[in-house]
């Protein structure tokens, strides 16, 4: 058994088979899953795990060299945004509408789908490299 990072044997084996430029999404329990892509569902009951939690743990467990999110976050759910803002320190942000959001979540490697309520509580992380 692990010691520490991240337990959860699917998250965990998606972060060790990141390559450079590569995408994860972070949802909430609404956003669509597109075709073809992998979804991680750790959703257990509206608002468990939250979005937040999600992306902490993933702080914790992966390089992450820009965060995209939604433009609409930055009216529609100030909260959300300004914990992404603080957790994510100096990491670029690129803002989309949230129809270009969910175009490009058809790149990701897979969505991890949270328990998220709350309105456009998603991210797309993209991979850094630690050298």
């Not at 969505?111 to 949270?114: A, F, L, P, S, V």
């Given at each position: 058994m692990k010691k520490k990072g991240m337990l959860n044997s699917h998250i965990s084996k998606l972060l060790s088979d990141l390559g450079h430029t590569d995408q994860i999404v972070i949802a909430d329990a609404g956003l669509p899953v597109p075709?073809?892509?992998?979804?991680i569902d750790v959703a257990l009951t509206p608002g468990t795990p939250s979005f937040i939690e999600v992306l902490n743990a993933l702080i914790d467990d992966m390089v992450i060299e820009e965060v995209t999110l939604a433009q609409e976050i930055k009216v529609d759910?100030?909260?959300?945004h300004k914990q992404v803002k603080e957790l994510i320190n100096?990491?670029?942000?690129?803002y989309v509408t949230h129809e270009q959001f969910k175009s490009l979540s058809k790149q990701a490697k897979a969505?991890?789908?949270?328990g998220e309520t709350t309105?456009?509580?998603?991210c797309i992380l993209r991979s850094g490299v630690f050298f």
């Open positions: 075709e073809g892509v992998k979804k759910n100030t909260e959300k100096d990491t670029p942000i690129t969505i991890i789908r949270t309105p456009y509580a998603n």
